[in-house]
């Protein structure tokens, strides 16, 4: 699924292209510079059901010994409704999100604020809270 992604928009709805924009840090091109480009891949990684990265981008002190993706699950939008740090140069960041998906005959929001750290030069997703 990767492989048919490149030349179409990018999932993160950045509108760039997907190999220019999240594609790059699927691949291993490139590292993300901010928290938000994190969240973005993320957001990304589940719609294409890219487990490698998700895990890869997961804080060592968080991330699950393994992670099973539901293929039932459609993730159609990601809004980004804020952000505080997790620039460049900083070292933690958080980004609220909403992130819109259908499973099954039923659709909903997923509403998180997710934190993040840079760690060596790389942003890693440390945990999310769920809001209503």
């Known amino acids: 699924m ?5 030349s179409r928009n990018c999932m993160c709805l950045s509108g760039e292209q997907y190999r220019r924009c999240c594609g790059r840090f699927h691949s291993g091109v490139a590292e993300a510079a ?6 973005r891949s993320r957001y ?9 990265y998700l895990l890869r981008t997961w804080h060592r002190t968080g991330a699950p010994a ?6 039932a699950m459609e993730w159609r939008r990601l809004d980004i ?3 505080d ?4 140069l900083d070292v933690q960041g958080t980004v609220e999100f909403k992130a819109y998906f259908r499973h099954g005959g039923d659709r909903g929001v997923l509403h998180e604020v997710s934190r ?7 942003w890693f997703y440390l945990d999310g809270s769920i809001l209503a």
């Open 2 to 6: 990767l492989e048919d992604a490149g």
């Open 116 to 122: 993040f750290v840079r760690e060596n030069g790389r």
């Open 44 to 52: 990304s990684a589940f719609v294409l059901l890219d487990r490698d």
């Open 81 to 83: 409704l804020a952000t």
């Open 66 to 71: 393994e992670l099973d993706l539901d293929t």
């Open 85 to 88: 740090r997790g620039g460049p």
């Open 34 to 39: 901010t928290a938000e480009q994190l969240m």
